[in-house]
Nanobody, 115 residues
Framework: QVQLVESGGGLVQPGGSLRLSCAAS????????MGWFRQAPGKQRELVAV???????NYGDFAKGRFTISGDNANNMVYLQMNSLKPEDTAIYYC?????????WGQGTQVTVSS
């Protein structure tokens, strides 16, 4: 099994920044991808950003230009730098890892953007 633990969420004012981290442990092998998804109350879970093992990335339209995903393969970490945060970015942010044709999810970290 693979365990994912997110950290870095919290309360931030509009226009502020947060950096989320996700640490993978357990039966970790080379990942096909690691990414971030989010889910706001009453809404479906949506893609924020994903980093593939070839170094390519994909972002949700709302994240382009404001969020940046990065990874540290040696330490099985993935990060999400979020800038220019808006109240509509308020959600639970989940880390997802795909390896060996299986997908693993973290428990999520709450991000609240409010003045």
């Amino acid at each position: 099994q693979v365990q994912l633990v997110e950290s870095g969420g919290g309360l931030v004012q509009p226009g502020g920044s947060l950096r989320l981290s996700c640490a993978a442990s357990g039966s970790v092998s080379r990942a096909y991808s690691m990414g971030w998804f989010r889910q706001a109350p009453g809404k479906q879970r949506e893609l924020v950003a994903v980093l593939y093992n070839d170094g390519s990335t994909n972002y949700g339209d709302f994240a382009k230009g404001r969020f940046t995903i990065s990874g540290d393969n040696a330490n099985n970490m993935v990060y999400l730098q979020m800038n220019s945060l808006k109240p509509e970015d308020t959600a639970i942010y989940y880390c997802k890892r795909v390896q060996s044709a299986a997908a693993y999810w973290g428990q999520g970290t709450q991000v609240t953007v409010s003045s």
